[in-house]
């Protein structure tokens, strides 16, 4: 996931296909059935759109956020979102209204950060009641560390990052404080080499915004 995020936006695909990136078939599988056509999904994250492309497939308009030019352009190129707007995740408020879409989606991206709640607060602004989000994350237990070191071998950019995956108390937590209900979850690989030896445990979670009254 690293290798990717950091790579020519060109390559991001073909690296995607050649590890395995399993993210997006895992959130559409989770999700699908509570999605209709011609409903409005927010990627976040959305890099060159793998993460909402079998949404799209299924007929949701997609809006992509990122602060990638480099990602953005790419997923431009592909010609079938909606909107892309470039922003950095971490800054409130995000450029939408309340409750402006019907449903939200991230994969590769949560990773990154040490503490979702604020994130996970404007996505549950902007998320209609009823709406879902879905999203990956880095998975481990209570007892691991939070904190893991990628070496520059798989981030494909000389050196080092630090990634951080986060328990399911601590989503649940974030999840429920920002009015949303978990649903369900599933824990899967992502492969950070070719080879499909070197494996960053990573967990997709289903949950659905909830009335705040
Ligand atoms: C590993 S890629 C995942 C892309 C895509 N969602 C996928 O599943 O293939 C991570 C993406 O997160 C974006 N990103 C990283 N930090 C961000 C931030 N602070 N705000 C918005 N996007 C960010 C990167 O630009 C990149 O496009």
Redesign the pocket.
């Known amino acids: 996931?690293t290798t990717?995020?950091n790579e020519n936006a060109n390559h991001y695909d073909d690296e995607?296909k050649s590890t395995g990136?399993y993210?997006?078939a895992v959130v559409f599988g989770l999700a699908f059935s509570y999605t209709k056509p011609g409903q409005q999904i927010l990627?976040i994250?959305?890099?060159?759109g793998?993460?909402s492309a079998f949404f799209n497939k299924a007929g949701l308009s997609v809006t992509g956020?990122?602060?990638?030019d480099e990602?953005l352009d790419a997923c431009r190129k592909k010609g079938w979102a909606d909107r892309l707007v470039k922003?950095?995740?971490?800054v409130a408020p995000y450029p939408f209204d309340d409750g402006s879409f019907d449903h939200a989606v991230s994969?590769?991206?949560f990773q990154?950060f040490p503490d979702l709640d604020r994130v996970f607060r404007e996505i549950g602004r902007v998320v209609k009641e009823g709406g879902i989000f879905v999203f990956v994350t880095g998975d481990r237990t209570e007892e691991e560390d939070a904190e893991v070191v990628v070496g520059p071998e798989h981030t494909g950019t000389g050196t080092s990052v630090t990634m951080y995956r986060h328990s399911t108390r601590q989503i649940t937590g974030w999840l429920e404080h920002n009015g949303f209900h978990p649903i369900d979850s599933l824990e899967f690989s992502v492969w950070m080499d070719r080879k499909r030896k070197a494996r960053f445990p990573a967990r997709a979670y289903l949950a659905q915004k909830q009335s705040l009254q």
């Open positions: 996931m990717r995020d995607a990136w993210g997006p990627d994250g959305i890099g060159t793998l993460g956020m990122d602060i990638s990602m922003h950095d995740l971490t994969t590769g991206v990154f």
